[in-house]
């Protein structure tokens, strides 16, 4: 599957200020350590083909929820510091991401330098797609590249406005990674394709279940989703998390399942808790036997040999959203052998980002996937079939 997008490789950088935006939205402790730099990690080559080419490299990113302003606690200085260990030479960081400080720092540039701007989220005009702040962004390059796969289903300044602005754009090499093995693998998998879903709600993967239903020959439900399937064939789920408007949605995916041919696994098995409170009593259960006032915390060690015999065979298998409340080490257990199971499996196998790649991170498994995706709603957005605004806003490769 080929990106019909322009791609950085295709575009002359050599002397050119260009600014790339990257996402690097990564998870910060509270002493603002960086505990995951996966998201940096992964925009290096297109960094340093921009460097090598001999461009002024202008970094730019978001980092959380600042609300639009500035807010040290989301700087990107812990970035900056970091960038400049992995790629072996001098980040100079901006106080800002424009204005005249910023000016003067990018006209100061020489071909080979790097350039981190600060937090594009401390100013409102960035989420609201604001056209002054797009041009002042335009304003310091001459050739724009999108490498943000996490940002690209959202229309903000720095991923759609710009684009419109700087006289050449394009894709850089993890975007284009991203879409070709998620667009591929949904387009034309090799079988048999197995997705495997997680996470809490029904309700965010509609689309998703929808649009790989019609594609996927086997369908693992787990994670707190899962209740809702259960309690739609009339099973007690106790407390568990359950989206009741979802019912009448989850009988019907399982129905579609059946009538085309597709096999449909369920837990058979979970773990319960007595409360949600870290410390509950636990017990192990087949779902058919969920005490009344009882939670579902994760899948049983039943359920994890299901859906491991399940994934045994597959040639592809997508797997987005964890198996229970992993960030809780009592019920890390099914989802950290689903990633065991995964990774087993002799097959091309893509994580999609968030909860799920962490999960996989901490399993240790990383290194034995074949592609995992570093955008959490972006993957969803892409597997549903969905356009990308980050995306379309970039112009095609000339046929």
């Known amino acids: ?64 929820r600042p609300k639009g302003k500035p807010d040290p606690n989301f700087s990107l200085a812990p970035v900056a510091r970091r960038l ?69 289903h959202r229309s903000h300044a720095s991923t759609v406005g710009i684009a419109k602005l700087v006289p050449t754009s394009g894709a850089g090499y993890l975007k284009k990674k991203e879409i070709e093995y998620l667009e591929g693998a949904v387009a034309n998998p090799m079988r048999p394709f197995v997705a495997i879903l997680g996470g809490g709600k029904v309700s965010g993967k509609i689309g998703v279940i929808e649009n790989l239903g019609k594609k996927v020959d086997k369908v693992i439900i787990g994670g707190g989703m899962a209740f809702t399937f259960i309690k739609a064939l009339g099973l007690e789920i106790g407390n568990s998390l359950v989206e009741d408007q979802m019912l009448d949605f989850a009988k019907g995916v399982q ?7 597709t ?7 979970c773990v319960v808790a007595a409360s949600p409170d870290a410390g509950a009593e636990t017990k192990i259960v087949p779902v058919q036997e969920i005490p009344k006032g009882w939670y579902g915390m994760d899948i049983g060690p039943a359920s994890v ?37 995964v990774s087993n499996a002799y097959a091309l196998t893509i994580v999609g980002g968030g909860d799920t790649a962490l999960a996989v991170h901490r399993a240790g498994e990383s290194e034995n996937m074949s592609f995992i995706s570093t955008g959490g709603g972006a993957t969803l957005q892409l597997l549903e079939g969905k356009e990308m605004p980050g995306l379309a806003a970039l112009p095609n490769r000339p046929s």
């Open 1 to 64: 599957m080929n990106l019909n997008k322009m791609t950085i490789d295709a575009i002359n950088l050599r002397g050119k200020r260009v600014i790339i935006r990257v996402d690097f939205n990564v998870p910060l402790d509270d002493s603002h350590q960086i505990t995951d730099d996966t998201r940096i990690r992964s925009a290096l080559p297109t960094i340093n083909h921009a460097v090598d080419e001999g461009a002024k490299v202008i970094l730019c990113s978001h980092l959380g």
């Open 84 to 152: 400049q260990r992995l790629l072996g030479k001098e980040v100079t960081f901006a106080p800002d991401c424009i204005g005249p400080t910023v000016e003067a720092l990018v006209d100061k540039m020489k071909p080979g330098d790097v350039l981190l701007l600060e937090n594009l989220r401390f100013h409102p005009g960035e989420e609201a797609n604001d056209e002054q702040f797009s041009k002042a962004l335009a304003s310091l390059a001459d050739v724009y590249i999108n490498d943000a796969f996490g940002t690209a």
């Open 255 to 261: 129905e579609h399942a059946f009538s085309r041919g």
């Open 263 to 269: 096999k449909f696994y369920l837990p058979v098995d």
């Open 305 to 341: 040999k299901l859906f491991s015999e399940a994934v045994q065979n597959a040639k592809t298998i997508l797997w987005n959203g964890p198996m229970g409340v992993f960030e809780n080490d009592a019920y890390a257990r099914g989802t950290l052998s689903m990633a065991h199971a």
